[in-house]
């Protein structure tokens, strides 16, 4: 079942499609070669394949996938390289495919648990800077973190995610991702991070360091839970 969040991603996906084959539909007989397409039709081709593209990535990540997909069925040369329908019926099935494991909610999840691993494994890290006497680093090294955490909520909320990362913060909470509460532990660990970050060594204590680290761990094992 798509979650209603997803919806407007959902909904792009499917104008892509149908657009998609309008566009196979733009090429015109050649009387020395088969057909292609050609003058403004080029520019409508190439239009769509950025939008293509720029969808899959935003959705399911750079390195998601589909979008290995998408760059596998282009021809040897790439998007420059679509002429023909033969060419761009299967991208329209690439984003077929994304449509469907959107609506069966498989590939955000899929790339929240990846995620989810891997944060685990760089706030180990942290912790072990900061059980070694490096606080500091320990507490940019999770703010890092967060903040990458905060800019994939982002996307799959449909919040931009080119914001700051306490712009965010304060746009989750407004979309009802999580209360109050949550914002405010959110913020204080992003203030942590911020003062290491610019040198405010002492704006802050060791022990403030791992309630941070142990606060980040403990969210995103509930946030990026699939």
């Given at each position: 079942?798509?979650?209603?969040?997803?919806?407007?991603?959902?909904?792009?996906?499917?104008?892509?499609?149908?657009?998609?084959?309008?566009?196979?539909?733009?090429?015109?007989?050649?009387?020395?070669?088969?057909?292609?397409?050609?003058?403004?039709?080029?520019?409508?081709?190439?239009?769509?394949?950025?939008?293509?593209?720029?969808?899959l990535?935003?959705?399911?990540?750079?390195?998601?996938?589909?979008v290995?997909?998408?760059?596998?069925?282009?021809?040897?040369?790439?998007?420059s390289?679509v002429?023909?329908?033969?060419?761009?019926?299967?991208?329209?099935?690439?984003l077929?495919?994304?449509?469907?494991?959107?609506?069966?909610?498989?590939?955000?999840?899929?790339?929240?648990l990846?995620?989810?691993?891997?944060?685990?494994s760089?706030?180990?890290?942290?912790?072990?800077?900061?059980?070694?006497?490096?606080?500091?680093?320990?507490?940019?090294?999770?703010?890092?973190?967060?903040?990458?955490?905060l800019?994939?909520?982002?996307?799959?909320?449909g919040?931009?995610?080119?914001?700051?990362?306490?712009?965010?913060?304060?746009?989750?909470?407004?979309?009802?991702?999580?209360?109050?509460?949550?914002?405010?532990?959110?913020?204080?660990?992003?203030?942590?991070?911020?003062?290491?970050?610019?040198?405010?060594?002492?704006?802050?204590?060791a022990?403030?360091?791992?309630?941070?680290?142990?606060?980040?761990?403990?969210?995103?094992?509930?946030?990026?839970?699939?």
């Open positions: 079942m798509l979650n209603p969040r997803h919806k407007p991603y959902a909904d792009r996906l499917l104008e892509l499609i149908e657009e998609g084959q309008v566009v196979a539909k733009l090429e015109r007989p050649s009387s020395s070669s088969p057909p292609y397409f050609q003058g403004e039709d080029k520019i409508r081709v190439q239009a769509w394949l950025t939008k293509v593209r720029n969808i990535e935003k959705v399911f990540g750079p390195q998601g996938a589909h290995r997909q998408f760059m596998e069925v282009l021809p040897k040369g790439g998007v390289y002429e023909h329908s033969y060419n761009v019926y299967p991208i329209v099935g690439v077929a495919g994304a449509l469907d494991d959107l609506q069966h909610g498989y590939l955000l999840g899929q790339e929240f990846v995620a989810g691993e891997v944060f685990g760089v706030l180990e890290q942290a912790s072990h800077l900061l059980e070694s006497g490096y606080k500091d680093p320990a507490a940019v090294l999770a703010r890092v973190v967060l903040e990458d955490g800019k994939r909520m982002a996307r799959a909320e919040i931009s995610e080119s914001q700051k990362a306490s712009a965010i913060n304060d746009e989750l909470k407004k979309s009802g991702r999580y209360p109050q509460p949550q914002w405010r532990f959110i913020q204080a660990w992003l203030d942590i991070g911020n003062a290491a970050a610019h040198g405010d060594f002492k704006q802050y204590r022990k403030d360091v791992a309630g941070q680290i142990e606060g980040i761990r403990h969210f995103f094992a509930t946030e990026f839970r699939v």
